[in-house]
Structure formats: structure tokens, C-alpha cells
């Protein structure tokens, strides 16, 4: 293990978990990094209430109307999505539901952090600070942001994929380094092409992270985690709208707390060896083989985006030549990297490194063990295809296959103390025998319940080391 740290940056720590022993001829190794980042010195505290009176002029330091900007260069910036289609309207406390969930993240966003608020129909508008920029957070200003509010009405379209064009044009007023987007929809992207939402999500990918939300059980989850996976956010189903507060708080502590931006995972390999796949597998499953961007001679970088005080897991394949009994060598170093500052100067020092191992034996005992680690993720993997596929199979009417697949699935999450997925699950379908994974399926299942397990069935658990 070995960590490093920057000033006023969470010190990181890279840990490896692997069998390094291969039998003759072996080729694959595996191995589990868990990357963790702590004591950024960050938090997430509750603001100064606003006080009753006064505008922004009362506040030295406060947002400018003129420039959009207060008192110095802020670290964070963060851009609320609304949805405001027509759909809003269905029941009409979903939308109110929407104006309160709005108010608690604003309350949340720290002083000092750049913030705006973005309506979402088939065009995007600024509800607040409403002049191409962001307004710095103060008291006045969240006072000021919450008043705005009261101008979100349903009514249009839903084009997703020019509100996120615009909260992109909104970061870039800024130079913050740690930007992020939370995204609030309650149906399908009806009034933008499939291609455009894929297009738009390629060209932010890597300038901002987002978390996506779903409310209600109108809207479709492949979009909404979609969104979640291209720009390294969250996705959940907020299926009661009077939910809704209490998640905005949540994301946006989050976001409050995340203290260094555009970390990678940079994986270097020797010659003659390959990366099969590079996945995150706690807390969510991601698969970020097809991120790799060149770093170099046999090296590479998967995106990570950002981080506070956390801690996740990677599962590495490397494909190494095959070698003789005896012989042994370094199957790859991992380093976790951020770039260098505007393009110019020597790249930083790393801020944390690990090293994969690669031994040939001839003791099958030791060379045909997999590590726990391995196992464990390599079974949370399983189960979320699992997930995916019978689900798509009971969708299509293929009862043969959902009850197969689901049934596999019961079998893992119970393997792996997977205890959330596993509650999910048993509102889709009968558990008859969970160690042999016999399932029948239910006659009515709630479209939540659907959607829940769907959206969710990404999420892992930790193994217990």
C-alpha cells in the first residue's frame, strides 16, 4: 500500500487484493483496488441562516448582479436541474414537492460555492442568478435563489439534453475545479432524439460530474442511469415525490464534501501484457474499460471523477504473457493521478500508487485459489446482469428466462450479504428456495417496485475483509 498526500487535499491510499500465484501458462490475473481518500478537512456544515432583511448590497463580498461572481474564485460549483415539463403538473404536488426538494439543496450549498438554478422543459432557463453565471453562495444569495423558486411552473417538453448544454455553459463561467450537476426528471426525454442525449452526455463527460434522480414512475431508467453513468454521478428512483427533500439534502452533501476533482486511475502495463477490463465494483458496479485515454507508453487512465472522504473498489483484469514455473514479474502499477494544471508544466506526483503481481507456480493449491475479494465482486458483477436480464426477459414475456435469471440472482445477493437487493428482489418475485435460487414470478408487481430494483441493482456491498 502506498499513499500520498497535497496540501489542504485528502491523503489517498491505494490497497491491492489479489492471488497472485498463476499455473503454468496462466495468463489472467485479477485483482481488487480499493482506492480511499480521507482527511480533506472539508465539511459539509450547515450555512448562516439568511437573515430577514436586506438585499445583496448588505453583504460585503456577496454576489454581484453585474458579474455573477462574489469575493474571490470558489472551488465548487454546483447547478440544480429542475424538470418544469408539463408532466410536472401530474398530481400538482409533484411540482411543489420539486420547489421544497430545490430549497433543501440550496440551504445545503456551502458559502462560497458557485450555484444556479435551471429549468428543464424542451429549452432550459435560468430561474436564478439568470445572467449566464453563477452567484456565489451567502445567505442573501440562497435567500435570494429560494424566492426565485416560485417561478417554477409546469408547462412544455422535456429535451434533457439541453438543460445539461446548459449547465455545462453555466461551469464554464467559473473556475471551479469540482463541478456538479443534479438532475431531476419525472419522464422521458420526448422532445430530443436518443443520438442528441448521447451526443451531449459524450461532449460533458469529464467537464462536470452529475447525479440523475427519477420521480414518480413515469420516466425511463435506462436515461436516467444513463446519465448517471456517462458523467460519473448517481441514479435512484424517488417514486413518492414528498421524498424528494430529503434526497436533495443528501446529494448535496455529498457534493459539498468532495474536496479534489478529475482524479484517474492510471493503470501502466508491461510490454506484451494487456488491460481486459478495468471496473468499479463498490459502490456501484461501472464498467470503465471503454474510458481509457493514452497516458503514455503502455499506460492508460480511467476516470474516476471526484472525491471527499470515501473510500471505492476496482476490479483489474490484466492478460500477462504466459511464462515458466518459478518466474515472476510486475503485471501492472496503478497510480491515481489528477492533470496538470491548464495543460502546462511537469505532470504532479501521484497521489497514491499500487502494484499488481504476477507469479508462476507449480502448487495448485495456491495457484488455483481466488482471492476473496475477487470472488466476492466478481459475484456482485454477476448479479446485477442478472438483474438486468431477467427483468428485460420478464418485460418481453419470456417467463422461462426472468425466472431463471431472477432466480440466479436471489441466490447471489443472499451469498453476498447483499441484503438491500436481495428485499428488492422479493417484491418481484416468490422466493421458494433461496441456496438453490428457486424463485416464482409475482402476478402484479408495482411499477416502483420495478423501476427500484432496476435503478438500484448496480449498488454492492463491501466484502468483509
Not at 302 to 327: F, K, M, N
Amino acid at each position: 500500500m502506498a499513499h500520498f498526500s497535497t496540501p489542504d487535499a485528502p491523503r489517498f491510499s491505494v490497497e491491492v487484493y489479489q492471488n497472485e500465484y498463476l499455473p503454468e501458462g496462466g495468463r489472467e490475473v485479477n485483482a481488487i483496488i480499493t482506492v480511499t481518500s480521507a482527511g480533506g478537512g472539508a465539511t459539509a456544515g450547515p450555512p448562516i441562516p439568511a437573515p430577514a432583511h436586506g438585499g445583496y448590497e448588505d453583504a460585503p463580498g456577496a454576489y454581484d448582479s453585474a458579474s455573477g461572481r462574489g469575493g474571490g474564485s470558489p472551488r465548487a460549483a454546483v447547478v440544480i436541474m429542475v424538470d418544469c415539463s408539463g408532466s410536472m403538473d401530474y398530481p400538482p404536488t409533484k411540482m411543489r414537492h420539486a420547489r421544497d426538494a430545490t430549497a433543501a439543496a440550496i440551504d445545503t450549498v456551502r458559502d462560497g460555492v458557485a450555484f444556479s438554478v435551471v429549468a428543464g422543459t424542451h429549452k432550459a432557463v435560468e430561474v436564478f442568478p439568470g445572467n449566464g453565471q453563477l452567484a456565489i453562495a451567502d445567505p442573501l444569495t440562497r435567500a435570494r435563489a429560494k424566492e426565485a423558486l416560485r417561478s417554477l411552473s409546469p408547462g412544455g417538453g422535456t429535451a434533457i439534453g439541453t438543460w445539461l448544454l446548459q449547465a455545462d455553459l453555466l461551469f464554464d463561467s467559473t473556475d471551479a475545479a469540482i463541478r456538479h450537476g443534479i438532475l431531476l426528471t419525472d419522464g422521458r426525454n420526448e422532445h430530443e432524439e436518443p443520438q442528441r442525449l448521447r451526443a451531449v452526455l459524450d461532449a460533458c463527460a469529464g467537464r462536470f460530474t452529475c447525479d440523475a434522480r427519477g420521480v414518480g414512475t413515469d420516466w425511463e431508467v435506462e436515461e436516467v442511469t444513463g446519465i448517471a453513468a456517462a458523467l460519473l454521478g448517481t441514479a435512484d428512483i424517488v417514486a413518492d415525490p414528498a421524498g424528494l427533500a430529503a434526497d436533495f439534502t443528501r446529494m448535496m452533501e455529498t457534493a459539498m464534501g468532495k474536496e479534489i476533482a478529475d482524479v484517474s486511475l492510471r493503470l501502466w502495463t508491461p510490454k506484451g501484457a494487456e488491460v481486459a477490463y478495468v471496473k468499479q465494483v463498490a459502490p456501484t458496479v461501472e464498467d470503465l474499460t471503454a474510458r481509457r485515454v493514452e497516458a503514455g507508453p503502455r499506460a492508460g487512465d480511467y476516470p474516476t471523477g471526484s472525491w471527499g472522504d470515501e473510500s471505492r473498489d476496482y476490479h483489474l483484469c490484466v492478460r500477462v504473457p504466459a511464462a515458466e514455473i518459478g518466474q515472476e514479474m510486475l503485471a501492472a502499477r496503478i497510480s491515481l493521478v489528477q492533470p496538470v494544471p491548464n495543460g502546462v508544466g511537469s505532470p504532479p506526483s501521484p497521489l497514491a500508487q499500487g502494484l499488481v503481481r504476477a507469479v508462476w507456480t507449480d502448487d495448485l493449491v495456491v495457484s488455483t485459489a481466488m482471492n476473496p475479494q475477487v470472488a466476492h465482486y466478481t459475484g456482485q458483477a454477476e448479479l446485477a446482469r442478472a438483474i438486468k436480464q431477467g427483468m428485460n426477459a420478464r418485460k418481453s414475456g419470456d417467463a422461462e428466462q426472468a425466472t431463471a435469471k431472477l432466480g440466479r440472482a436471489v441466490q447471489l445477493a443472499a451469498a453476498s450479504g447483499n441484503e438491500d437487493t436481495a428485499k428488492l428482489l422479493a417484491k418481484v418475485v416468490d422466493v421458494l428456495d433461496v441456496a438453490a435460487g428457486t424463485v416464482r414470478l409475482k402476478a402484479k408487481v408495482a411499477e416502483a417496485d420495478e423501476m427500484t430494483l432496476e435503478t438500484r441493482s448496480t449498488k454492492t456491498v463491501r466484502v468483509k475483509k
